[in-house]
């Protein structure tokens, strides 16, 4: 069974720093993309950012260019979120995803995305 767990999130001041953690059981963790995605109210769920199943190429939206840093540690089957200058814009409930399959490419459309974790919370106050 795959599963994925993120975990990290909280409370933090605006400018402040956060690293969410996603560990990853059930699947070979270096042959998957993995993604962050984050969802607040009413809103619909975006990709933040993603990385590949090799060589480690990257994807950030342009929001979080430059702010957050996307890594994998393959050896403890975890994928991080490194996230510096929080703003309450990035607010929101943050969710890690594994594809259905190997891709050599990196997905960033979420229907391409089967497993999820359960979401963590990270809430910037302004």
């Known amino acids: 069974e795959v599963q994925l767990q993120a975990s990290g999130g909280g409370l933090v001041e605006a400018g402040g720093s956060m690293t969410l953690s996603c560990i990853v059981s059930?699947?070979?963790?270096?042959?998957?993309?993995i993604g962050w995605f984050r969802q607040t109210p009413g809103k619909a769920r975006e990709g933040v950012s993603f990385?590949?199943?090799?060589?480690?190429?990257?994807w950030y939206r342009d929001s979080v260019k430059g702010r957050f840093t996307i890594s994998r540690d393959n050896a403890k089957n975890t994928v991080y979120l490194r996230m510096n200058s929080l703003k309450p814009e990035d607010t929101a409930v943050y969710y890690c995803?594994?594809?259905?399959?190997?891709?050599?490419?990196?997905?960033?459309?979420?229907?391409?995305?089967?497993?999820w974790g359960q979401g963590t919370q990270v809430t910037v106050s302004s």
């Open positions: 059930g699947l070979a963790l270096d042959d998957y993309a």
């Open positions: 995803a594994a594809p259905a399959g190997r891709t050599y490419y990196i997905p960033i459309v979420e229907n391409e995305y089967a497993y």
């Open positions: 990385i590949s199943s090799s060589e480690g190429r990257t």
